[in-house]
C-alpha cells in the first residue's frame, strides 16, 4: 500500500506562484510513475501532468503547459508541482497520483494510489 500526502495548497491572487508536494512513505517510490490531477466542483477531475519513475520524462495538459513544472525527488520519496501564472480557472482539489504502469503519452494509465488532495484557490 501506498500512501499519498499532499501539501501546498492554498490561496493565491491571479497570476502568483505555488508548488504543491507530495509525500509518501513508500520505500518503493521510485518504482512508480506519478502525476497531478485536478477536479473543480462541479467539473470531473482532470489530468495535469505526469512523470515517470526517474523523472526522464514529462507530461503536460495544454491547459498548463508552459506554467507548470512536475518534478519529483525519489532521494526524499517527494513530488512536486510547481504552478506559476495561476489562473482563476486553475483553482481546484490537486490530487497526486502514482501507477507502476509505463506511460508514453495517448490513454493515460490507471492509478492505482491516490492522495486526499489540497485545495487550491486563486482570486482574480
Known amino acids: 500500500q501506498v500512501q499519498l500526502v499532499e501539501s501546498g495548497g492554498g490561496l493565491v491572487q491571479a497570476g502568483g506562484s505555488l508548488k504543491l508536494t507530495c509525500a509518501t512513505s513508500?520505500?518503493?517510490?521510485?518504482?512508480?510513475?506519478t502525476a497531478w490531477f485536478r477536479q473543480a466542483p462541479g467539473k470531473e477531475r482532470d489530468f495535469v501532468a505526469h512523470?515517470?519513475?526517474?523523472?526522464?520524462?514529462?507530461f503536460y495538459a495544454d491547459s498548463v503547459k508552459g506554467r507548470f513544472t512536475i518534478s519529483r525527488d525519489n532521494a526524499k520519496n517527494t513530488l512536486y508541482l510547481q504552478m506559476d501564472s495561476l489562473k482563476p480557472e486553475d483553482a481546484a482539489i490537486y490530487y497526486c497520483?502514482?501507477?507502476?504502469?509505463?506511460?508514453?503519452?495517448?490513454?493515460?494509465?490507471?492509478?492505482?494510489?491516490w492522495g486526499q488532495g489540497t485545495q487550491v484557490t486563486v482570486s482574480s
Open positions: 513508500a520505500r518503493t517510490f521510485s518504482d512508480y510513475h
Open positions: 497520483a502514482a501507477t507502476r504502469t509505463y506511460y508514453s503519452g495517448g490513454t493515460l494509465p490507471a492509478y492505482d494510489y
Open positions: 512523470i515517470s519513475k526517474t523523472g526522464g520524462r514529462t
